[in-house]
């Protein structure tokens, strides 16, 4: 069964720093997603993408953030300049309809 | 705007007794409905759906769920659990009919299994 894929599985990074997170949706998927979770906390909506650009997105997701569907086939969460606060599963989902299918996630670390 | 509650944060049940997680939501317009599970260090998976027809949806590990409109409920039941039913358990709904609109999720509820 073809699924969601993330890149990396985990990512430490220092405060400030630039980090992408990498996600290959499912083929044929055309509605693209990305979702964070704190920890111990709710799963929230950031973004999603269609036809090569936003189609909605959140408050949190604020001029730090930016995605991007590079080579047709990734589909890329760039924070330009990270925050403790950053620090959470960052999950990636696709969809040619209902329901989503999202992948296992990238733990990301800010230090 | 969509919201969801479950109002358990925790729900501990013995091996082979029945359970019951509970759902509300709340939404201006007709809503698709969804159960996703999270193993521990694992991602989101989707464990069931209400889209239209039955009310009563069922997936392949004996989990069901039933969408009552006019409660605006979609709790998810287990007639008898096991040790590897022990996850997170994230009721989740999307506006009906919009284009592939964002999920908005619940909580969670943690189920425990015991011995």
């Known amino acids: 069964e073809p699924e969601v894929t993330q890149t990396p599985s985990h990512q430490v990074t220092q405060m400030g720093q630039e980090v992408i997170l990498r996600c290959v949706p499912i083929s044929n998927h055309l509605y693209f997603y990305w979702y964070r979770q704190i920890l111990g906390q709710k799963v929230e909506f950031l973004v999603s993408f269609y036809n090569n650009e936003i189609s909605e997105k959140s408050e949190i997701f604020d001029d730090q953030f930016s995605v991007e569907r590079p080579d047709g086939s990734n589909f890329t969460l760039k924070i330009r300049s990270t925050k403790l606060e950053d620090s959470a599963m960052y999950f990636c989902?696709?969809?040619?309809?209902?329901?989503?299918?999202f992948g296992d996630g990238t733990r990301l670390s800010i230090l | 705007a969509q919201s969801v509650t479950q109002l358990d944060s925790q729900v501990p049940v013995f091996e082979e007794a029945p359970v019951e997680l509970r759902c509300n939501y709340s939404?201006?317009?007709?809503?698709?409905l969804f159960w996703y599970v999270q193993y521990p260090n694992q991602g989101l998976q989707l464990l069931l759906k209400?889209?239209?027809?039955?009310?009563l949806v069922e997936s392949i590990n004996g989990f069901e769920a039933e969408f009552n409109k006019s409660q605006t409920s979609f709790h998810l039941r287990k007639p008898s659990v096991h040790i590897s039913d022990t996850a997170e358990y994230f009721c989740a709904v999307t506006a009906m009919n919009t284009g592939f609109q964002k999920l908005v999720f619940g909580t969670g509820t943690r189920l425990l299994v015991s011995p």
């Open positions: 989902a696709s969809a040619s309809g209902s329901p989503q299918h």
């Open positions: 209400y889209l239209s027809g039955s009310t």
């Open positions: 939404s201006s317009v007709s809503v698709y």
